[in-house]
């Protein structure tokens, strides 16, 4: 259930019986052949099939994150690090003040990983707050599908081909993993990357890319349970 789907009265009706809230934290970059909103999308896609099964409520995304050193490919667009943790304190302020106490935020971008300590500190300030954390990709259930069929998970590669994402054609051929020297600035970066992938499999079969998403799904269903 999405609240770009409902109206406030809506909101506060379900506030009366629910205090869970899938807040999704994504981002828009350069993901080679793939859409340049992928780090929302799969979020997106989690979050909205933990909602058919629980209910819980899905705040709009926020479609922005810290991506500097992809700004030299076209479409993407970055966040101040300081800026995006105030965006995200503000989020979770707004959601709190309305009643929300359980909130589980879904990311989809490893630039935003930062926002944790933020939220932290938040955590520490309001007790009755609750929060829960999700980067899918780094998620061991997800690594154990990789290493179970033997392929390397990667940005802009197999990882994240699922079909929704895919907006091209897609290389038959792996590619070499770049060699990269320390901290890249957004035009050094352009060069290592080449087409933006970090290498491997472009694309693997409908079946992995099922079990993937289905290890992830699990994870957000028991992440809402908020047990911890």
């Given at each position: 259930?999405r609240i770009?789907d409902?109206n406030?009265?809506d909101?506060?009706?379900?506030?009366k019986?629910?205090?869970?809230?899938?807040?999704?934290?994504?981002?828009?970059?350069?993901?080679g052949?793939?859409?340049?909103?992928s780090?929302v999308?799969?979020p997106q896609?989690?979050?909205?099939?933990?909602?058919?099964?629980?209910?819980?409520?899905?705040?709009p995304?926020?479609?922005?994150g810290?991506?500097?050193?992809?700004?030299?490919?076209?479409g993407?667009?970055?966040?101040?690090i300081?800026?995006?943790?105030?965006?995200?304190?503000?989020?979770?302020?707004?959601a709190?003040?309305?009643?929300?106490?359980?909130?589980?935020?879904?990311?989809?971008?490893g630039?935003?990983?930062?926002?944790?300590a933020?939220?932290?500190?938040l955590?520490?300030?309001?007790?009755d707050l609750?929060l829960?954390?999700?980067?899918?990709?780094v998620?061991?259930?997800v690594?154990?599908?990789?290493?179970?069929?033997?392929?390397?998970?990667?940005?802009?590669?197999?990882?994240?081909?699922?079909?929704?994402?895919?907006?091209?054609?897609?290389?038959?051929?792996?590619?070499?993993?770049?060699?990269?020297?320390?901290?890249?600035?957004?035009?050094?970066?352009r060069?290592v990357?080449?087409?933006?992938?970090?290498?491997?499999k472009?694309?693997?079969g409908?079946?992995?890319?099922q079990e993937?998403?289905?290890?992830?799904?699990?994870?957000?269903l028991t992440l809402l349970?908020?047990?911890s």
């Amino acid at each position: 259930m999405r609240i770009e789907d409902l109206n406030w009265m809506d909101v506060e009706t379900y506030l009366k019986n629910e205090d869970r809230l899938i807040l999704i934290v994504g981002a828009t970059e350069q993901h080679g052949y793939l859409s340049l909103v992928s780090d929302v999308r799969i979020p997106q896609a989690l979050a909205d099939a933990a909602a058919q099964q629980t209910g819980v409520l899905v705040a709009p995304p926020l479609n922005f994150g810290s991506s500097p050193y992809f700004l030299a490919y076209p479409g993407t667009f970055s966040l101040r690090i300081s800026t995006l943790l105030d965006a995200i304190e503000d989020l979770v302020r707004s959601a709190y003040g309305q009643g929300f106490r359980r909130i589980l935020l879904l990311n989809g971008h490893g630039g935003n990983d930062g926002a944790r300590a933020r939220l932290a500190e938040l955590a520490s300030q309001m007790p009755d707050l609750h929060l829960a954390w999700y980067s899918w990709w780094v998620a061991h259930s997800v690594l154990n599908v990789a290493e179970k069929h033997q392929i390397k998970p990667s940005h802009a590669n197999w990882l994240e081909a699922f079909p929704f994402n895919v907006v091209s054609e897609l290389p038959d051929e792996d590619k070499n993993p770049p060699f990269v020297p320390g901290i890249l600035g957004a035009k050094r970066a352009r060069l290592v990357y080449g087409d933006g992938s970090f290498g491997g499999k472009y694309q693997v079969g409908a079946d992995i890319m099922q079990e993937l998403f289905d290890a992830a799904l699990q994870d957000v269903l028991t992440l809402l349970e908020f047990d911890s």
